[in-house]
């Protein structure tokens, strides 16, 4: 039977008659408990930051048809020469379209998938933008906007006007910045813009886009698909590229597998497209608990070291409890609850101060021309960290106080009453 | 008269630093009510046999009865706990844990045993500090009074359980003349007023020679 009450009272007492050491064992704690907070709040914030940057706008699944040679070239297909060994020289890709065929089929068989969250059309050209005797060679591609400012954050790098107005005007277009700043336009104005086929098509501009890539800045602009495909010539079934958003990433790759045995399409999921991404949230994750680790190796440390000089102290105070009849296990439970003291009173003071630097640091301005929507550093706060910060604190001082406390269980009164 | 402890052929060795014979069949009983006293030359092992009777020390050879109960041989949780219980130890030196006032030093055995409401131990308490006409030191801390009073606050905390039998190793040794009369007069008034039994292991012929039997020791043997 263990009686808590004359155990705890008798820890607080030693704790109290110690206050400096216990202050500065507890602060050992906190500053581990502490940096591992702000740490880990801070290092998944930008993780989550960068894989948004690149997760958000980039589709889970991007079809296409790419332009190769054919596999089979029409001699093989010849009865006559099929026993025999041909050889073809210098193979070029048929001038195939980039057309989807049967797009529209394919986006309604994808979106009756249970895992697909959303697939949608683009028609993806080369152009020429115009204004006055400027020619700029670029990218427009014909998009839903609604569809995608929901399914792909479209709305997150359009820095002047809105993904409305582009879906409300017609002949209108969401300009590249780095275009707008070249040719000196604004919105309101007018560009031209010209399809290799020739032609010249005037389009107002409803917005500006950013994606905080320059070189793609200086290229990239957006249209509504019908104004793109009016502008190619071509039917509204004309679609060049298909993106597909799933709920889960993980079903990415299979998925695209099938899409591509399915329909003799290039299916490129988005683990294989961005691979370098999760070697880095690897990284930094891999910091953020060697430094915490370290840290509370070294508040372990301090806590060892004082209990073991309260023990060295305290040796006529045990042997006296053991005399008046406390067993080895009380006078262990005794220095072990000093312990536990030392760190419940540390780690909930450093999860206090890790929440607290947090929230400091989340108010910090962070603006970066890279990332429009940021305006402050990235904090992730999440309870999970916090449970696991002060299960470490616990964990800690649990170790750094058992060999001192199964050290004061052995001492042998009989010794210490003799020595004095 | 009924038997409090009893000690059967106990021997006892020290290995270390060489092979030691310190006690050598040792047997004797202590009955309610009777104060004894312990004498014999400095190193001839009345300490090492106190601490033996004492549950103390468990490295020895023979049997040890409490209360007619064999508890030679029992788990160290169980002896912690007949140590709490039934026995009261009174050292030469007095060891009061210092940073607890004396009221808490005198309540801390009877707390460890947790028989009684916090009320009722310190109700206790109190009482065998009037007892012991120290009630006006309970608030002080243990290190801020005297060796005299320390003395008596450590048999009050020998007392607190009301145990079957006091044990003391030279509890007068370090006291003068004053202090270590007023302890027999305690000794002597406990063991004819509340029947307790008290073994005392001292050098004061004196102390001695007031008490109701006298165990000479020699050379790690009792004389008869
Ligand atoms: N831990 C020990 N190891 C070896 N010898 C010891 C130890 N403790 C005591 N002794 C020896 O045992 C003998 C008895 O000691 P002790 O019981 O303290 O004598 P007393 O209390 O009668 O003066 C002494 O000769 C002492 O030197
Ligand atoms: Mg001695």
């Given at each position: 039977m263990v009686n808590w009450n004359i155990i705890l009272s008798i820890a607080k007492t030693h704790l109290l008659t110690k206050i400096k050491q216990t202050a500065i064992a507890a602060l050992g704690v906190t500053f581990g408990i502490g940096s591992y907070i702000t740490l880990v709040c801070f290092m998944t914030g930008l993780n989550t930051m960068l894989d948004n940057l690149v997760l958000n706008q980039t589709p889970h699944i991007h079809i296409y048809n790419e332009i190769e040679p054919s596999e089979k070239q029409p001699i093989s297909l010849y009865d006559n020469l099929k026993e025999s060994f041909n050889v073809v020289h210098s193979i070029k890709?048929?001038?195939?379209?980039?057309?989807?065929?049967?797009?529209?089929?394919?986006?309604?068989?994808?979106?009756?998938?249970?895992?697909?969250?959303?697939?949608?059309?683009?028609?993806?050209?080369?152009?020429?933008?115009?204004?006055?005797?400027?020619?700029?060679?670029?990218?427009?591609?014909?998009?839903?906007?609604?569809?995608?400012?929901e399914l792909f954050n479209l709305g997150d790098y359009i820095v002047e006007g809105s993904a409305e107005a582009l879906h409300n005007t017609d002949n209108s277009i969401l300009l590249g910045i780095g275009i707008a700043k070249k040719m000196a336009l604004k919105v309101g104005d007018r560009v031209q813009v010209s399809p290799?086929?020739?032609?010249?098509?005037?389009?107002?501009?409803?917005?500006?886009?950013?994606?905080?890539?320059?070189?793609?800045?200086?290229?990239?602009?957006?249209?509504?698909?019908?104004?793109?495909?009016?502008?190619?010539?071509?039917?509204?079934?004309?679609?060049?590229?298909?993106?597909?958003?799933?709920?889960?990433?993980?079903?990415?790759?299979?998925?695209?597998?099938?899409?591509?045995?399915?329909?003799?399409?290039?299916?490129?999921?988005?683990k294989t497209a961005n691979a370098q991404f999760e070697t880095g949230t690897d990284i930094r994750n891999l910091i953020t608990y060697a430094v915490s680790i370290t840290l509370?190796?070294?508040?372990?440390?301090?806590?060892?070291?004082?209990?073991?000089?309260?023990?060295?102290?305290?040796?006529?105070?045990?042997?006296?409890?053991?005399?008046?009849?406390?067993?080895?296990?009380?006078?262990?439970?005794?220095?072990?609850?000093?312990?536990?003291?030392?760190?419940?009173?540390?780690?909930?003071?450093?999860?206090?101060?890790?929440?607290g630097l947090s929230s400091l640091i989340a108010t910090v301005p962070f603006e970066t021309e890279a990332?429009?929507?940021?305006?402050?550093?990235?904090?992730?706060?999440?309870?999970?960290?916090?449970?696991i910060g002060f299960s470490f604190a616990m964990l800690s001082t649990f170790l750094a106080g058992y060999l001192p406390s199964k050290k004061a269980k052995k001492i042998d009164p009989v010794k210490i009453i003799r020595g004095l | 008269m009924t038997t409090v402890l009893e000690a059967k052929h106990i021997n006892k060795y020290f290995k270390k630093p060489v092979m030691f014979h310190v006690l050598k069949d040792i047997n004797f009983q202590v009955k309610k009510g009777e104060f004894a006293s312990i004498m014999g030359k400095s190193g001839c092992g009345k300490s090492t046999l106190l601490y033996i009777l004492s549950t103390m020390d468990t490295d020895y050879e023979g049997e040890l009865y409490l209360d007619n109960k064999l508890i030679s041989g029992s788990d160290s949780e169980h002896l912690s706990y007949m140590r709490n219980k039934h026995i009261g130890f009174v050292f030469q030196f007095h060891y009061l844990l210092s940073e607890f006032t004396i009221l808490e030093n005198v309540m801390l055995p009877a707390k460890k045993l947790g028989e009684k409401s916090y009320q009722e131990i310190e109700h206790d308490a109190m009482d065998k500090?009037?007892?012991?006409?120290?009630?006006?030191?309970?608030?002080?801390?243990?290190?801020?009074?005297?060796?005299?009073?320390?003395?008596?606050?450590?048999?009050?905390?020998?007392?607190?359980?009301?145990?079957?039998?006091?044990?003391?190793?030279?509890?007068?040794?370090?006291?003068?003349?004053?202090?270590?009369?007023?302890?027999?007069?305690?000794?002597?008034?406990?063991s004819e007023e509340e029947d307790l039994s008290l073994l005392i292991v001292t050098h004061d012929e004196d102390f001695a020679n007031k008490t109701d039997r006298i165990i000479q020791m020699e050379d790690g043997k009792i004389l008869l």
């Open positions: 890709p048929k001038l195939s379209q980039k057309k989807i065929h049967n797009g529209l089929p394919i986006i309604k068989f994808l979106e009756k998938d249970d895992a697909v969250r959303g697939a949608l059309p683009q028609v993806k050209t080369q152009i020429f933008y115009m204004a006055g005797s400027i020619e700029l060679a670029g990218n427009l591609t014909g998009i839903n906007p609604l569809s995608e400012v290799i086929k020739g032609g010249i098509f005037p389009l107002k501009i409803v917005g500006f886009y950013q994606s905080g890539i320059a070189d793609l800045d200086a290229v990239q602009s957006f249209s509504n698909i019908k104004t793109v495909q009016r502008i190619l010539g071509e039917a509204n079934n004309y679609i060049t590229d298909i993106n597909v958003k799933l709920y889960d990433i993980e079903n990415a790759l299979p998925l695209a597998q099938k899409i591509e045995q399915q329909f003799d399409l290039k299916a490129i999921d988005i509370l190796i070294v508040a372990g440390f301090g806590i060892y070291n004082i209990l073991n000089m309260l023990i060295y102290e305290k040796m006529n105070d045990i042997a006296i409890l053991k005399a008046i009849g406390f067993s080895g296990k009380d006078v262990q439970l005794i220095f072990m609850s000093q312990a536990m003291i030392i760190g419940f009173v540390g780690g909930v003071l450093g999860l206090l101060i890790g929440y990332i429009p929507t940021v305006k402050t550093y990235p904090i992730n706060i999440q309870p999970s960290f916090f449970i | 500090l009037k007892m012991l006409n120290i009630e006006h030191l309970a608030k002080k801390q243990a290190s801020r009074v005297s060796g005299g009073e320390k003395q008596r606050v450590a048999i009050a905390r020998a007392l607190i359980n009301n145990p079957s039998i006091i044990m003391g190793d030279e509890p007068t040794g370090n006291l003068d003349s004053h202090n270590a009369e007023n302890v027999f007069n305690i000794f002597k008034r406990l």
